[in-house]
């Protein structure tokens, strides 16, 4: 019994759910997301509640029914209030700018790197040595966030690099004499 599926999920004034089919769409204030559901399990809207159940008894309708109640509930927070990540760049000379559609970073190459905004996704650098990846889509934050820390990982010694702003570097001891 899935304790996670159990609970329905809220659905906030200003967002409207659709159910048709095995298609969810949910619009709201962000935008329009849309999600297809598994078929063994069943989403029923009603009094602002979206409520998750498994279609049989199945042990795959059971699995999936937690996992379709999160993949709902991000797709309503993602429409209503947006996901964001945020990056800090380690590093003497290390720095990042948006030009237009673009994000330039200087890290330490011989060349910048360009990164291209995808039209989905919001990028702000407050300051040059912090990025903020926001959108709707979780996991397309999460995904332009991962990629763009992906051109310079932080590196255990000094500890130069893209991290997450959240994110703890384990620091290794250098050699010795």
Not at 122 to 131: D, H, L, S
Request: a positive charge; aromatic letters at 4%; hydrophobic letters at 35%.
């Amino acid at each position: 019994m899935s304790r996670v599926g159990k609970n329905p999920v809220a659905i906030p004034n200003g967002v409207d759910l659709q159910v048709a089919g095995q298609t969810v769409t949910a619009k709201g204030k962000l935008g329009q997301l849309s999600m297809s559901i598994n078929p063994e399990v069943a989403i029923a809207v009603a009094d602002g509640k979206a409520v998750v159940q498994p279609a049989n008894d199945s042990q795959r309708a059971r699995t999936q029914w937690g996992t379709a109640r999160n993949r709902l509930l991000a797709l309503v927070r993602g429409v209503s209030e947006g996901y964001t990540r945020s990056l800090e760049i380690n590093g003497v000379g290390y720095r990042a700018a948006v030009q237009g559609k673009t994000l330039t970073m200087q890290l330490g190459y011989s060349h910048d790197v360009i990164f291209p905004i995808p039209d989905d996704i919001k990028i702000v650098c407050e300051r040059p040595t912090a990025i903020q990846v926001s959108g709707a889509d979780k996991q397309r934050v999460g995904e332009v966030a991962a990629k763009i820390r992906s051109y310079r990982p932080p590196e255990p010694y000094k500890g130069k690099g893209i991290k997450y702003a959240e994110e703890t570097i384990l620091r290794k001891e250098g050699k010795k004499k």
